[in-house]
């Protein structure tokens, strides 16, 4: 089986096409008016609707246990790499790149700003969330470690628990649909790189061809976009139909706002996970 080199110009336009996701996400729901407007609806909606002792309390545990969780299931896919392939690079890399994206996390939360349109009283930047970005890259980080057949299967489980991280901070009300949108870029630009260190030094075990047992299967690979379809559609359906009524006040729509709400963060990370997989899972396709 003759290895497949990563191509940089490939890897390089997946990398910047992530990026600029991430860029027209800030400017969209962070610098502009009308954006905040929607994202801080978002929020507001969701204490409103989901503000509840038991939706608190269930979020709050979860997140309470998501640096150890989050930790223990890279660890673990870390060890079982290792333990599999005898080689250190991969777990590595995987390991500076989750470091990586927590730490540009942090740095772009304190170097960006959110600018005061008077759409509400939280003025400081909390873009990118960094709950979410911890979850996001441990999932990630196993998703790198992961042989061709598996992978699509770790990006969909791996998506569904960076989801279920984002939906709590967003439950509580410390993050809109923005900070998560974008931590979860963030994961993902630092994945492209992380993929294309390992694939470029570990090509032996990165390769796959139709057929083979190696081969990823097809449904794994389609499953991610399920509910990352059904969430975005929903989202842009609800605001299409109802959320910009200007005869309505965010007060009598506050249910679909969290309905909205949720289907964006749901959609947009499982779409992210999904497209990751697909394109790791593209880029290790040998001929046949």
Same mark, same amino acid.
């Given at each position: 089986?003759?290895?497949?080199?990563?191509?940089?110009?490939?890897?390089?336009? *997946?990398?910047? *096409?992530?990026?600029?996701?991430?860029l027209l996400t800030y400017l969209v729901f962070i610098r502009s008016e009308s954006?905040?407007?929607?994202?801080?609806?978002?929020?507001?909606?969701?204490?409103?609707?989901?503000?509840?002792?038991?939706?608190?309390?269930?979020?709050?545990?979860?997140?309470?246990?998501?640096?150890?969780?989050?930790?223990?299931?890279?660890?673990?896919?870390?060890?079982?790499?290792?333990?599999?392939?005898?080689?250190?690079?991969?777990?590595?890399?995987?390991?500076?790149?989750?470091?990586?994206?927590?730490?540009?996390?942090?740095?772009?939360?304190?170097?960006?700003?959110?600018?005061?349109?008077?759409?509400?009283?939280?003025?400081?930047?909390?873009?990118?969330?960094?709950?979410?970005?911890?979850?996001?890259?441990?999932?990630?980080?196993?998703?790198?470690?992961?042989?061709?057949?598996?992978?699509?299967?770790?990006?969909?489980?791996?998506?569904?628990?960076?989801?279920?991280?984002?939906?709590?901070?967003?439950?509580?009300?410390?993050?809109?649909?923005?900070?998560?949108? +974008? @931590?979860?870029?963030?994961?993902?630009?630092?994945?492209?790189?992380?993929?294309?260190?390992?694939?470029?030094?570990?090509?032996?075990?990165? +390769?796959?061809?139709?057929?083979?047992?190696?081969?990823?299967?097809?449904?794994?690979?389609?499953?991610?976009?399920?509910?990352?379809?059904?969430?975005?559609?929903?989202?842009?359906?609800?605001?299409?139909?109802?959320?910009?009524?200007?005869?309505?006040?965010?007060?009598?729509?506050?249910?679909?706002?969290?309905?909205?709400?949720?289907?964006?963060?749901?959609?947009?990370?499982? @779409?992210?996970?999904?497209?990751?997989?697909?394109?790791?899972?593209?880029?290790?396709?040998?001929?046949?």
């Amino acid at each position: 089986m003759t290895p497949r080199r990563p191509h940089p110009i490939v890897w390089s336009a *997946a990398l910047l *096409a992530t990026l600029g996701l991430l860029l027209l996400t800030y400017l969209v729901f962070i610098r502009s008016e009308s954006g905040q407007v929607l994202d801080d609806g978002f929020m507001v909606a969701a204490n409103e609707v989901l503000g509840t002792e038991i939706a608190r309390n269930g979020a709050l545990a979860f997140l309470g246990y998501l640096p150890a969780i989050s930790a223990g299931i890279a660890v673990l896919a870390l060890v079982v790499a290792l333990a599999v392939r005898r080689s250190l690079t991969a777990p590595i890399v995987a390991i500076i790149m989750a470091l990586g994206a927590a730490s540009t996390t942090q740095i772009l939360k304190a170097a960006l700003s959110r600018p005061n349109h008077g759409v509400s009283e939280a003025t400081m930047n909390s873009f990118p969330s960094g709950h979410t970005t911890v979850a996001a890259a441990a999932m990630f980080a196993a998703v790198l470690v992961t042989s061709p057949r598996w992978r699509p299967v770790v990006a969909t489980l791996g998506g569904l628990f960076a989801s279920l991280a984002a939906a709590s901070t967003y439950v509580l009300g410390w993050h809109r649909p923005a900070d998560v949108i +974008g @931590a979860v870029l963030v994961a993902a630009a630092w994945t492209l790189i992380g993929g294309w260190l390992v694939l470029g030094r570990e090509s032996g075990w990165n +390769g796959w061809r139709r057929g083979e047992r190696d081969a990823p299967s097809g449904v794994w690979l389609g499953l991610p976009w399920i509910p990352a379809v059904v969430g975005l559609a929903t989202a842009a359906v609800l605001w299409a139909l109802l959320l910009r009524d200007p005869a309505r006040t965010p007060d009598q729509l506050s249910a679909w706002y969290v309905v909205a709400g949720l289907g964006l963060v749901l959609g947009s990370t499982m @779409a992210i996970f999904g497209a990751i997989g697909a394109f790791l899972s593209n880029q290790t396709r040998l001929a046949d």
